[in-house]
């Protein structure tokens, strides 16, 4: 059974910094690109930041540009997103997902093929 499971999300103040995880198993993910997508309450989910599957190119929206950083573990199967100067817009439920279309998991064309459930991050002001 395939998985994607995140970690490492709660509530944090305006400013701070958190590192979400997403473990994958069921299959070997070193060869899909993976990213982060999130979605606030009454909004559709978004696109956050994708990687590459050789960790060789990364991609972020504009509104977390040079504030969160998308990497890649030693083991290939988990993908991290350090999230800094965290702000209460950041707030949302956020999901880790796979694909091995580069463009899917950049959020420009089509649905991931993987999916965790998500993780909470709340951001006060």
């Known amino acids: 059974q395939v998985q994607l499971v995140e970690s490492g999300g709660g509530l944090v103040q305006a400013g701070d910094s958190l590192r979400l995880s997403c473990a994958a198993s069921?299959?070997?993910?070193?060869?899909?690109?993976m990213g982060w997508f999130r979605q606030a309450p009454g909004q559709e989910r978004e696109f956050v930041a994708s990687?590459?599957?050789?960790?060789?190119?990364?991609y972020y929206a504009d509104s977390v540009k040079g504030r969160f950083t998308i990497s890649r573990g030693n083991v290939k199967n988990t993908v991290y997103l350090q999230m800094n100067s965290l702000k209460p817009e950041d707030t949302a439920v956020y999901y880790c997902?796979?694909?091995?279309?580069?463009?899917?998991?950049?959020?420009?064309?089509?649905?991931?093929?993987?999916w965790g459930s998500g993780t909470q991050v709340t951001v006060s002001s």
């Open positions: 997902a796979a694909d091995l279309n580069i463009d899917v998991v950049r959020g420009r064309r089509g649905q991931s093929t993987y």
């Open positions: 990687i590459a599957a050789n960790g060789g190119n990364t």
């Open positions: 069921g299959r070997t993910f070193g060869s899909y690109p």
